[in-house]
């Protein structure tokens, strides 16, 4: 089949099932392009999508062949072919016996076509046995469809078709489906008004009456006044004036009138019909056209029999008068076989004749009025005939130089489809790695920011107000990086963060940094939200929960983390040209690392704004006392216990419902897909401190006691860590300095990272990431 019935049925399920519908068709049907219409596919393809449209759908064959027969034929309008079918006929059975007519001319667009036959009997009320013949078997049930949607159309014509008989036809030898329908039309559909009353109803009726016989009075008077004119007319002509006068018409009033004798010689009218052939019942050829004795000699003069020169291509139907008699209505073709061609003929593509076959009762003879079946000046050549052969009355010549030009064009349309078809795929496939490629970025920097960057633009500094920095770290990292193997460190790590990436999801806080075992996370940057300190406070609960899962590959038992959660103003802006990192610069960032680096084991260490952030918002938090903090000299702390108003499920954004348990339980531990974002309040958005009007960004001078943390990263990444000593305390680059950040300056309080000398060379581990 052509493109053209697979897009139909494309364009059918899209609108009827929607998209998603068609691409699991598509994929069960293995199915990966789209279809372009003037190329030819397998019919096994259309086989396959109707069959996967039966089992996804659920419904029977029969069902869905005929809703395609309906939507086809509302398809074929749309396609710019409702012109062409409105004038088949007048009538629902005139319409079908021109419907092989109408498959001949689509031949000549669509080469490789083989559509169906019709044949129609007709039967008293309206009842007509409708003969459908194909070569593809189980598709029958398309033509009520179409038929039907015809008839309500175009005729204002309910019908109703059921199948009297399915079989193979023998006249076909075998090869094509012969299916009998038996077609009922119902009257036309009448408009339905609304009757006020009886009374109503009877005046209707006497105006109904009434009508006829004011128009009968005045065709009277008509005709009287016509009689007396002093001109004496013929009756005909007074039937004719009255009709005329009364601007009317008489319907099935022509009788034609014939000569008492042909006056035209054969030799003229061989001459003037080059191509038809007269035979007897018994296929004896009585009479020919000139020049079809010319492709076939012999024809005439040697009295043989057509089927010895002449095979039927269309309708495939046996060589007899009783056989061509049933199809009488359709265009027959035949072809010129290659044993009655003359010699020097052989090498050339066979003569094919279209035409209409004419049954002659009073001589019991076929007239055969055709014409060379020519599509374009390519087959006239091969045929080495010229358009003077062909008779100038004969429409074949116009036909053959408007379809050379239409051939083109769909040459044309076809070479666009198939560029069009290649844009697209390239497009998905753009799409796709456009997705990806955006999925990284937006990993390594905020949405807005990246947005941004892409444009080309600046991306200004903003100063925000208030936030909250958490940082956590791996209790006796160093003991074990130095007992095991790097590849353990790496899974440890990695089965680590990938728990705390999925908190980050359900709580949306902002990752901002991974340096070994620190990870570092803030909340209300890059976006400002109220909620910050309760998003992070319950971010860390989550940390501490999920480091129980994670197992020390030297004592087999779960880790232990350090956490630590300031609150106060940070200036963030994006660093750099190369690999640009989003960055949070502030004292903010030193004090909260401070928190972690001064913590406990398993404890979330609060510094007093972080306390006064969460104090009365539903935490249950102990005071841990005054401490010496480096760098900040004494400092009362506290330490989060727990949430009193959320569940351990709810913090750790697990599926709530059993079943949703089980699912998220089979799929594993570490898998990040569920997810479930908690709610909180007090959510609404904070502008960051901005100077101007619209509420962008600005840049600001960094304090120069600053300490930077460098743009989020997906997973980890190792660092070498400078020597201690090896930069002023409080420096203020990440990467550059050894601030308790970056560089994490090696003191009696803090256990984290391990570092090397300036001239050392990185470990296995850090090569191997």
Request: charged letters at 25%.
């Amino acid at each position: 089949m052509y493109g053209f019935i697979n897009t139909c049925l494309q364009s059918l399920v899209i609108e009827k099932f929607g998209e998603e519908i068609w691409e699991k068709l598509k994929a069960s049907a293995e199915v990966q392009d789209d279809f372009m219409t003037y190329t030819v596919y397998d019919d096994i393809i259309t086989i396959k999508l109707i069959q996967e449209a039966c089992k996804v759908l659920g419904v029977s064959m029969e069902a869905i062949l005929k809703l395609f027969g309906e939507y086809f034929f509302k398809f074929c309008k749309m396609s710019g072919y409702d012109r062409m079918l409105r004038t088949l006929g007048g009538n629902l059975t005139e319409f079908i016996e021109n419907l092989d007519a109408l498959h001949s001319y689509l031949v000549l667009s669509y080469q490789e076509m083989n559509a169906p036959s019709f044949r129609v009997e007709k039967g008293a009320d309206g009842k007509m046995l409708l003969h459908y013949y194909s070569d593809r078997s189980g598709l029958c049930h398309i033509v009520p469809g179409i038929i039907e949607a015809v008839a309500k159309d175009f005729f204002d014509t309910d019908v109703t078709m059921d199948i009297l008989d399915m079989s193979k036809e023998e006249e076909r030898t075998g090869k094509k489906e012969h299916v009998v329908f038996l077609v009922v039309q119902k009257p036309h559909r009448q408009m339905r008004r609304a009757k006020p009353n009886r009374l109503q109803d009877n005046q209707d009726i006497q105006r109904n009456q009434e009508a006829p016989e004011a128009a009968f009075l005045r065709m009277k008077e008509k005709y009287l006044s016509v009689s007396v004119c002093p001109v004496k007319k013929s009756h005909w002509e007074i039937v004719r004036s009255i009709v005329m006068f009364g601007k009317g018409h008489l319907v099935n009033t022509f009788v034609p009138v014939y000569p008492e004798r042909l006056w035209i010689e054969q030799k003229t009218f061989c001459s003037a019909f080059p191509f038809h052939i007269v035979f007897d019942e018994s296929l004896r050829v009585k009479q020919a056209g000139v020049h079809i004795q010319k492709y076939v000699p012999g024809l005439q003069t040697q009295k043989i029999q057509l089927d010895e020169c002449f095979s039927i291509i269309h309708p495939q139907v046996t060589f007899n008068v009783f056989s061509i008699c049933k199809f009488i209505n359709s265009q027959f073709v035949l072809k010129a076989r290659r044993e009655r061609r003359p010699e020097a003929r052989k090498s050339q593509p066979a003569l094919r004749l279209r035409g209409q076959m004419i049954w002659m009762e009073s001589m019991r003879c076929m007239l055969y009025m055709c014409s060379p079946k020519l599509r374009s000046l390519q087959e006239l050549e091969e045929c080495k005939m010229h358009l003077s052969d062909i008779a100038p009355h004969d429409t074949t010549r116009d036909l053959i130089l408007l379809n050379q030009q239409r051939l083109a064009e769909i040459e044309l349309s076809n070479q666009l489809e198939r560029k069009k078809e290649e844009l697209r795929v390239l497009s998905k496939h753009l799409a796709i790695e456009k997705e990806k490629t955006e999925t990284l970025l937006y990993a390594m920097l905020p949405k807005h920011v990246a947005n941004q960057l892409k444009e080309g633009k600046k991306v200004a500094a903003g100063e925000f107000k208030t936030c909250t920095i958490l940082f956590s770290d791996v209790v006796t990292f160093t003991n074990i990086c130095a007992a095991c193997q790097p590849i353990q460190i790496v899974k440890m790590l990695n089965s680590m963060y990938s728990k705390f990436d999925r908190l980050t999801s359900v709580h949306e806080v902002y990752k901002v940094e991974t340096i070994g075992d620190a990870y570092m996370v803030v909340g209300g940057v890059p976006v400002p939200i109220g909620s910050h300190a309760q998003r992070v406070a319950n971010f860390a609960l989550g940390m501490r929960i999920s480091a129980k899962e994670v197992m020390n590959p030297i004592t087999g038992e779960p880790i232990q983390i350090r956490v630590g959660i300031h609150t106060g103003p940070v200036l963030a802006g994006v660093v750099g040209d190369k690999m640009p990192r989003y960055c949070l610069f502030g004292d903010t960032v030193n004090t909260a690392s401070r928190m972690e680096s001064h913590g406990l084991p398993d404890k979330v260490h609060l510094s007093p704004t972080a306390y006064s952030a969460l104090e009365n918002q539903g935490f249950e938090i102990i005071e841990r006392g005054e401490i010496e903090v480096k760098g900040k000299g004494k400092m009362t702390t506290y330490f989060l216990i727990r949430n009193l108003h959320a569940s351990e499920d709810e913090i750790m954004g697990r599926p709530q419902s059993l079943r949703d348990r089980k699912e998220a339980s089979a799929q594993g531990s570490q898998d990040s897909r569920t997810v479930a974002i908690m709610r909180y309040e007090h959510s609404e958005l904070l502008s960051p401190r901005s100077d101007k009007a619209d509420g962008e960004y600005i840049d600001h001078h960094t304090p120069p006691s600053t300490v930077v943390h460098g743009g989020r990263i997906a997973g980890f990444r190792c660092v070498v860590h400078a020597s201690e000593g090896s930069t002023p305390e409080g420096g203020s680059v990440a990467g550059q300095d050894s601030v308790e950040v970056a560089g994490r300056r090696r003191s009696s309080d803090w256990t984290g990272t391990p570092h090397f000398p300036d001239d050392a060379l990185p470990s296995a581990f850090c090569l191997l990431l």
